[in-house]
Nanobody
Framework: QVQLVESGGGLVQAGGSLRLSCTVS????????MGWYRQAPGKQRELVAG???????NYADFVKGRFTISRDNAKNTVYLQMNSLKPEDTADYYC?????????????WGQGTQVTVSS
């Protein structure tokens, strides 16, 4: 069984920073690409940032220059450093991981962590 556990959400004022973490737990797996998505009330879930197993990152235009994704493969953890937060960044943030376990490869999702940015 593979699980993704997120942490680091909370309430912050506009212009502030938060750091999200997501750790993959389980046995006998390999984490391929990982990423962060977000979903605001009444909106569809959207990609925020992704990172490959070797560390190549990509970002949605609306976070470029403000957010940084990174990963520690030894800890099976992906991070999202969020700076210069805006009220429109308010959403539930979800971790996603493309996991290979035995002969199966599939996506796993975390439970979500809430980020609220006040103006």
């Amino acid at each position: 069984q593979v699980q993704l556990v997120e942490s680091g959400g909370g309430l912050v004022q506009a212009g502030g920073s938060l750091r999200l973490s997501c750790t993959v737990s389980g046995r006998l797996f390999r984490a391929n690409a990982m990423g962060w998505y977000r979903q605001a009330p009444g909106k569809q879930r959207e990609l925020v940032a992704g990172i490959t197993a070797i560390g190549t990152a990509n970002y949605a235009d609306f976070v470029k220059g403000r957010f940084t994704i990174s990963r520690d493969n030894a800890k099976n953890t992906v991070y999202l450093q969020m700076n210069s937060l805006k009220p429109e960044d308010t959403a539930d943030y979800y971790c996603n991981a493309d996991i290979t376990r035995w002969a199966t490869r599939r996506d796993y999702w975390g439970q979500g962590t809430q980020v609220t940015v006040s103006s």
